[in-house]
Each structure stands twice: as structure tokens, then as C-alpha cells.
């Protein structure tokens, strides 16, 4: 039953990263700069990244936790932050 619900959380923070890399794929690359947090291409680049090593390894192992935090970064306080700047999309 543990294993089961690891699978499922490791699934719901690939699902997280995956959807990070396209919504800041969709972002404006000014956004970034605007905002300070690195460039579009650096984020884009970490977050492909880090969606593969938890996908691969688990989000339990030293480089799973260090790309889970990349994961939850960009979506808890970098991509609020750029639609605030971008603007809302319809």
C-alpha cells in the first residue's frame, strides 16, 4: 500500500513538472526577466530536467528531492508571479 501511494505521489509531481515546462513554454521570455528569477530558457531547461530525473529515479532520492523543489518553486511562486506580470490568457 506505501509503494502504491509513492508511485501515485511521484506521478501527481511529474504530472506538476510536466505541466510547468509547457505553461513556461507559453510564457513570455520578458516575463522572466522582468521578473528576476533567471531566463525562460533556464527554467525551461531545469524543469525538463527535473521532470525527467523524478520520472526515471523518485522524488526520494538526493536528486528527486532537488528537482521536486526546482517542481514546486516554479509552481508556487514563479508561475503566479509571471501571469501577474504577462497579464491573464484567454
Known sequence: MLSFLINII???VVAFGAI?????????PQA???YGRGSRVAWLAGL?????VVFSTSMYTLFGIV???AIV?????LKPNLRE???PRY
Open 20 to 28: 510547468g515546462f509547457f505553461d513556461a513554454l507559453r510564457q513570455n
Open 73 to 77: 518553486v516554479y509552481q508556487v511562486d
Open 85 to 87: 506580470i504577462s497579464g
Open 32 to 34: 522572466f526577466e522582468i
Open 67 to 69: 528537482a521536486t523543489v
Open 10 to 12: 511521484n506521478l501527481v
Open 48 to 52: 525538463g530536467i527535473s521532470t525527467l
